[in-house]
């Protein structure tokens, strides 16, 4: 037998158990700029090809992972000028994979408001479809204007909307009742 099919019947076969490692990071131990540096390193890997991406958590292990995160860590995230659009993809792309609802029509608006300016995204719900895009297509039944990173809280289930909505943090404008209760249109974890 050949030395190098020896050593393909010896070797194991890796394969990288993303959920297992956002399980096994603790975010308590890392700075913000560590933090921000992991997601960048796996959103960098992705890119690259290698199947090594946020897009293979689970999104039980996606939401958990960002949810133990510090306000800071989520800020500094949130304040990354190239990982936030790829963050806010990533959520919407996950609230299109777990909608509930299926008779369900509606339009809402984001709007992400920081330092850096304002990001917007809109996302269509038409009977069991759920898209998402920055550009505005249809006029909404509700705006939703959210700091980012008190976004990405809320989703987490790290911060209550209702707080939020009640401290002024997060504003709506339309349907009010509706966007109480947005999330329980969505089966997330």
Known sequence: MSRRRRWNRLA???????DGLADAVDPARLTPEQFVQL???LHMLGDAGTGIELAGMRTE?????????T???????????????????EVFRRMA???????????????????????????VIDRGRCTSGPEPTADPRVTITIDPADFLRAITGAAGLPVLFLSG??????DIAFAAGLIGHFDLP
């Open 169 to 174: 943090r997060v504003k709506v404008k339309g």
């Open 61 to 69: 292990t996606f939401l958990r992972f960002l949810g133990r995160a």
């Open 12 to 18: 194991p076969v890796t394969v990288v158990d993303l």
């Open 39 to 41: 997601i960048e390193v």
């Open 97 to 123: 994979e777990h909608l509930a609802a299926d008779d369900l029509r509606a339009v809402v608006h984001w709007r992400f408001t920081g330092p850096d300016g304002e990001d917007r995204f809109e996302t």
């Open 71 to 89: 306000r800071e860590q989520v800020d500094a995230l949130m304040t990354h000028p190239d990982l936030r659009p790829v963050v806010f993809t």
